[in-house]
């Protein structure tokens, strides 16, 4: 991954903003495209570099996402329960779990994508 990328999953984990994050790193870029440098050299690794942010927000989209996909793997298992009339006992429950289980790692792949993406409008002519 670049530095811009784990900079912004690191600012998000500080509860930045997306504003915070784009203006954080568009200052970086701007300030390494004058000094023809790599920003690892110039601000240091990108969570020593994130720690003196702080932000106000109470979860990352990651963690927005996930909890969405956590709901959808309890309205799965209802759905089974009630709609499909899938009793529980023996192999139901373990069929309603494994597809609670299966719908959780999805959800764990779009979290770490939302939360490693450059936010929306930044764009840097450096390839990291």
């Not at 702080?54 to 959808?72: D, H, M, N, W």
Request: hydrophobic share 45%.
């Amino acid at each position: 991954m670049s530095y811009y990328t784990d900079l912004a999953f690191n600012l998000r984990a500080r509860k930045c903003s997306e504003k915070q994050v784009r203006e954080v790193l568009e200052t970086i870029s701007e300030s390494v495209a004058a000094g023809g440098g790599h920003p690892e050299n110039e601000f240091g690794l990108p969570k020593e570099y994130a720690a003196q942010y702080e932000g106000t927000r109470k979860a990352s989209p990651g963690q927005r996402a996930l909890t969405v996909f956590g709901l959808l793997g309890l309205v799965q298992i209802l759905f089974q329960r009630l709609f499909l009339d899938v009793e529980f006992f023996p192999w139901g429950l373990v069929f309603a779990m494994a597809g609670f289980v299966a719908i959780l790692v999805i959800g764990v792949f779009v979290a770490t994508f939302l939360d490693h993406r450059l936010p929306h409008g930044f764009v840097t002519s450096e390839v990291s």
